[in-house]
């Protein structure tokens, strides 16, 4: 299973930039997928998922309303649409995949087998 995320770079705040990840390897449509970032000195925490069955989201506190995660089954990939961004959103961005179908969908890191190589988003004040 291989994920490729993309789409990050420099923001001002209050600007939109839209995340990318592509999946290849298995069957995209019959896993959720999630988004984690990590920023400097802190520890990798989840930002968003999605469910294979019914596309249901879940979001962190401070993201909902600005972020919207989807996901095109056709393309096999997975987006974060950042909105409104400040900069306390800068880190770098994962997308990630739990091992089996079928399961809850996880906040937790544990929960995901595998990992998109990271994409930078900087925002700056």
């Known amino acids: 299973v291989q994920l490729q995320a993309s789409g990050g770079g420099l923001a001002q705040a209050g600007d939109s930039l839209r995340l990318s990840c592509a999946s290849s390897?298995?069957?995209?449509?019959?896993?959720?997928m999630g988004w984690f970032r990590q920023a400097p000195g802190k520890e990798r925490e989840f930002v968003a998922a999605i469910s294979w069955s019914d596309g249901s989201t879940y979001y962190l506190d401070s993201v909902k309303g600005r972020f919207t995660i989807s996901r095109d089954n056709a393309k096999n990939t997975v987006y974060l649409q950042m909105n409104s961004l400040k900069p306390e959103d800068t880190a770098v961005y994962y997308c990630a995949s739990p091992r089996f179908s079928g399961v809850l969908v996880g906040k937790r890191i544990e929960e995901y087998a595998y990992w998109g190589q990271g994409t930078q988003v900087t925002v700056s004040s």
């Open positions: 390897g298995r069957t995209f449509s019959i896993y959720n």
